[in-house]
């Protein structure tokens, strides 16, 4: 095996080359689908302005693209992090919905740890807690079997 390898007519310097390469296009194409990517998701410009960066972009790809960052570039990394932001927002206010946990003692929850806590506190008597507890729980599966 070794023997093989040695007698390759595809030199290590060249293998090492050729991954530069290929990491600089995987590279490059990254950023143009970056670039890409952010002309389509603004909302600030028109759909004529969008085409001609894209055209600029695609036509031209090296001047297209420096010219891109050097007037965008930074504006980029301020709408990747609204967005990122705005659906890290969205998605806990739906599990916040989906799992009935908006925050206040409406959802049974809720209503047993309020009821707990007045139990610890001696405002209410064991009797009474097993009472609203039932409530809570019996009000919830009510709502489930709708």
């Keep these: 095996m070794s023997i093989l390898l040695a007698q390759s007519e595809y030199p ?3 293998v090492f080359w050729t991954v530069l390469v290929l990491f600089g296009c995987i590279v490059w194409f990254w950023l143009m689908f970056q670039i890409l990517t952010d002309v389509f998701r603004r909302t600030d410009i028109s759909g004529w302005f969008k085409s001609l960066w894209a055209i600029l972009v695609l036509v031209l790809p090296i001047i297209g ?9 930074r504006h ?7 967005d990122v ?5 969205a998605y806990e206010r739906d599990v916040r919905r989906i799992a009935g946990s908006n925050g206040s003692t409406g959802t049974a929850t809720g209503q047993i740890a309020e009821a707990k806590q007045l139990l610890d506190q001696g405002v209410i008597t064991e009797d009474e807690f097993e009472s609203l507890k039932a409530t809570a729980l019996g009000r919830s599966f009510g709502e489930h079997a709708r």
């Design 12 to 14: 290590l310097l060249d």
């Design 65 to 73: 693209s420096l010219i891109y960052l050097a007037a965008q570039g």
């Design 76 to 82: 980029m990394g301020e709408r990747h992090r609204d």
């Design 85 to 89: 932001t705005a659906a890290r927002t």
